[in-house]
């Protein structure tokens, strides 16, 4: 059973997740998120980095701060929430992949890293 604290931080996050994915798909990019997070939950990004990494634990005025940026009602953050998992997109493509890596050899799965990882370069 997770501590309270846990929830808050993973519900922090999950909302902190949620924000990036919108701004993203509006075209901004990923770098600078963390800062504009954090100023819209109006915390210092020191403040909020030690907050997602648990380094600084929640507490109530941050969390009531948060869930009120975030139009959640108060106690949201305090809940155990169920993980929100991949996106069907995702798990299709993960599902080919999979799928693809086990019908090959070894060739074909080292040639099938090599495609992606030219997508991350």
């Known amino acids: 059973m997770s ?5 808050r931080r993973l519900n922090a996050i999950a909302l ?8 993203i798909a ?5 770098k600078g998120l963390e800062s504009s997070w954090a100023a ?3 915390v210092s990004g020191a403040t909020w980095s030690m ?4 380094a600084r634990p929640i507490g109530d005025k ?8 975030c139009g ?5 953050l305090d809940e155990e929430r169920a993980p929100t998992g991949l ?3 995702e798990q299709q493509f993960l599902a080919l992949a999979l799928k693809t890596y086990r019908d090959t050899n070894s060739d074909g799965r080292k040639q099938l890293k090599q495609l992606l990882k030219t997508f991350t370069r």
Do not use: M, N, V, Y
């Open 3 to 7: 501590s309270p604290s846990t929830h």
């Open 16 to 23: 902190f997740q949620s924000f990036a994915e919108e701004r």
């Open 26 to 30: 509006a075209g901004d990019p990923p």
């Open 40 to 42: 819209r939950i109006e």
């Open 51 to 54: 907050a997602k990494s648990g």
């Open 62 to 69: 941050l969390a009531r701060q948060i869930e009120q940026h």
């Open 72 to 76: 959640k009602e108060a106690g949201w």
């Open 87 to 89: 996106t069907p997109g």
